[in-house]
């Protein structure tokens, strides 16, 4: 067994696959792992045939498999099922009762992607793990520190899901899609000849079919024998006032406007929810605008901290365009005050507020 | 790279012996064995030779042989068939928490249709105790389950004494044996079992062959409906060159098996003192009770056994632990659990399974590999107390 060997997270999406086949091609002795994750079968009412986002379904594991089999090399399946349950499952639904919006993606980059599998693969005699993420990984040959940068392909960049890695963390990780764009990917995968280069993206949150949340998070209650009564309450506007009544406080997030099942005059969004009363607070779109925030259990990367106020991009959605910001300090160093420049629509607790100095990531934590 | 097997109780690969015959056999033997005419004939002559080779691998009478497509199907004919053919208006069947999942699932389908199935909990050495046997009968228990020896463990049940306990009840006995037919001495008559179900890829045959020893006036409704082939027990076309496979397969076993099982317990124990000797915090599951020749069953304290069990095949050491699951991943045994384990000794727990091409140099090379393997993980382990 060779001392360098890589193992390539490889999910059967057109990503992963091509990541294997290139590193494949230029002699890199790799071995491909699929994470086992979640079972879908566990609630067959939630994703009936045809649904997307049927994440380690049969089908990915068979597509993952094929790719290894096309290329030669040694596959496995890792079975991390009550691993992603415990640390990403739970904290999700708890998150969304809690009256935050999570974003599961970056606590299984965390706490399963490149951390678990990194133990396992180190376990089984790779040191170094690669995957399909569309990031960058450089090194400050001053500081010495490794750094994150985002992709080729702005448009697919998934920094913003990567803010929690660490420096040992990105030391054993590459990214080598980081420096392409999507079609150019596809074009690799269909010249290496690989089954999945025509198969469709997958979605974003891979457990929840057909990106239903709260139909998730009801299907999981059920069958946790949880009740649902108990999370029912009140829709009501910044004064109080009683507007409606609503099936749980999951079912909402902050800035959404869709099914509130209120008639109003003028369009109504969710400010904010409050989940020891069990409210929902609605309220006009000015009122969703706010011009600071605090991002705590701060992670840094391109700096080792924050040690005086200074200039940052900062996203506090996948898809925000970076709004320039002031960064301070606070007196706990885990946490960072954040003051935009221009007042941000639907600041959610829960998300992350990533930091960025250009295409570089500074660092993020989670908005309060 | 050169590769050792070691995960001979998931399968074993085609003799030389087995693959000859078969080969001419599926030269020379294709006609119907119910056919009148005399290619039928010919196939009807050479079935009938297999199924003697069979009886004499159970020490049953030829007649109560019935050929099927394996392990599973025999154990699903066994356990649905036995009681599905009971007139009883409530019917019970006991069996244990360590069965195969042939025999545990076809109880949980038994259970959609009715019936009332009770699970014998072992002891902590995978043990069934014939007194909880005993325990669990009711008046109108019509089956009793119990392995012959397990495939996890290799430990071998007290097969006799529980099919003396059911029968005394009124209840059939059936046996699943298939880890234990070609590696054990089976004397059906002797064990007293009514049902006995056997696998031939378990001993150098090829997959999709086995058998189901049915005594005689033992009343069993079919699984499938068809032409009365196998005495009406299973329909369907003869798989005449697979059952001389089968045969000279279980020949094999019969001619070799007190000199192959006294070979294969030396390589065990000589595999179990070098990993013991080599590996602190480890030992042996079901180490103290009467077991197959060939199985070893080891846990390593602070380990997982997934990235064991894939580095060890990366440097060409076969080997399994627990079960897999539809998706190929694995989850912890549920044998070990059932013996008590915890999860995490369950999860660190390695199967070493023995057979014919084994050597005591392959022996030492796994013990050399599983010992770099397992340091190499404590190194790693935050679970594991580097003492």
């Not at chain 1, 998150?95 to 706490?111: D, H, K, S, V």
């Not at chain 1, 910044?238 to 209120?262: A, C, K, N, S």
Request: with cysteine; proline share 5%.
């Amino acid at each position: 067994m060779p001392d360098d060997l890589i193992a390539v997270a490889m999910s059967g999406g057109v990503d992963s696959s091509t990541v294997a086949g290139m590193l494949h091609r230029r002699g890199v002795p790799i071995v491909g792992l699929t994470m086992q994750l979640w079972n879908q079968r566990r609630m067959p009412d939630l994703s009936p045939e045809g649904s997307t986002g049927r994440c380690c379904s049969l089908d990915d594991v068979y597509d993952a498999r094929a790719v290894a089999q096309h290329l030669g090399i040694p596959y496995y399946v890792v079975n991390f099922q009550d691993r992603f349950e415990q640390q990403v499952v739970r904290p999700f639904i708890d998150e969304y009762l809690a009256g935050r919006t999570p974003i599961p993606c970056t606590l299984c980059n965390n706490f399963i992607k490149f951390d678990q599998f990194l133990e396992v693969a180190a376990g089984a005699g790779a040191s170094r793990i690669a995957t399909g993420h569309y990031a960058r990984i450089t090194r400050d040959e001053a500081t010495g520190r490794h750094q994150l940068r985002t992709s080729a392909d702005t448009a697919k960049d998934q920094t913003y899901f990567l803010f929690g890695l660490t420096q040992e963390q990105l030391s054993r990780s590459s990214f080598p899609l980081g420096g392409y764009t999507k079609p150019q990917v596809r074009d690799l995968a269909r010249e290496l000849g690989l089954p999945v280069a025509e198969k469709d993206d997958s979605q974003e949150i891979c457990f929840v079919p057909n990106g239903d949340y709260a139909a998730f998070i009801d299907a999981y209650f059920d069958e946790q024998g949880i009740r649902r009564e108990a999370t029912r309450g009140e829709l009501v506007d910044r004064d109080g006032h009683v507007l409606g009544e609503h099936g749980g406080v999951h079912h909402f997030t902050v800035g959404q406007r869709r099914g509130l099942g209120i008639a109003a005059g003028e369009p109504l969004y969710v400010i904010a929810t409050e989940p020891a009363t069990q409210r929902v607070i609605v309220g006009r779109n000015e009122e969703l605008l706010r011009a600071r925030l605090t991002a705590r259990d701060v992670n840094w990367i391109a700096i080792a901290a924050l040690d005086a106020p200074r200039r940052a991009a900062v996203r506090i959605r996948n898809k925000h365009l970076a709004a320039p910001a002031m960064l301070f300090p606070t007196a706990d160093a885990a946490r960072v005050e954040v003051r935009f420049d221009e007042p941000q629509r639907a600041v959610t607790p829960g998300q992350a507020a990533v930091f960025y100095d250009g295409d570089l990531v500074l660092g993020g934590g989670w908005i309060e | 790279m050169q590769s050792h097997y070691f995960d001979h109780n998931a399968t074993t690969p085609v003799s030389l012996e087995v693959r000859e015959a078969m080969a001419e056999a599926l030269s020379n033997v294709w006609g119907n064995a119910s056919s009148v005419h005399r290619f039928g004939q010919a196939a009807r002559q050479r079935l009938e030779a297999s199924r003697r080779q069979l009886a004499a691998l159970l020490s049953c009478q030829p007649k109560e042989v019935v050929f099927t497509s394996g392990g599973t199907e025999a154990d699903n004919l066994a356990v649905l068939g036995a009681v599905r053919a009971s007139r009883r208006e409530r019917r019970h069947v006991v069996t244990t928490t360590i069965e195969h999942p042939a025999v545990l699932n076809a109880c949980s389908q038994l259970e959609r249709e009715g019936v009332e199935v009770t699970c014998v909990e072992v002891d902590g050495g995978c043990r069934v105790d014939p007194d909880s046997v005993r325990r669990a009968l009711r008046p109108h228990t019509v089956l009793v389950s119990v392995m012959h020896a397990n495939n996890e463990t290799g430990v071998v049940q007290p097969v006799g004494e529980i099919a003396r306990i059911a029968r005394e009840a009124g209840a059939l006995m059936h046996c699943d044996g298939v880890q234990a037919a070609g590696k054990l001495a089976v004397d059906v008559e002797a064990l007293g079992v009514d049902l006995y179900s056997i696998s031939g890829h378990k001993f150098y045959a090829p997959k999709g062959l086995g058998a189901l020893f049915v005594r005689q006036g033992t009343k069993i409704e079919p699984l499938f409906h068809g032409g009365h082939h196998e005495r009406d027990y299973r329909p369907g076309t003869e798989n005449v060159p697979g059952a001389i496979a089968l045969g000279r397969a279980a020949q094999w076993a019969a001619e070799n098996l007190a000199s192959e099982a006294a070979r294969l317990v030396e390589l065990r124990d000589q595999l179990e003192r070098g990993l013991l000797a080599r590996i602190p915090d480890a030992g042996v599951n079901g180490g103290g009770a009467a077991r197959t020749p060939n199985t070893a069953n080891l846990w390593f304290d602070g380990i997982d056994s997934e990235p064991l069990l894939i580095g060890l095949d990366l440097r060409g050491f076969a080997v399994s632990s627990g079960a897999a699951c539809s998706s190929g991943a694995t989850e912890p045994s549920h044998v070990l659990t059932a013996m008590g384990l915890s999860k995490e000794r369950a999860k660190s727990s390695l199967r070493f399974s023995l057979g014919r091409s084994n050597t005591s140099s392959q022996v030492e090379e796994l013990i050399e590999a599983v010992g770099q393997a397992v340091a190499h993980l404590r190194r790693l382990s935050p679970a594991y107390a580097h003492a």
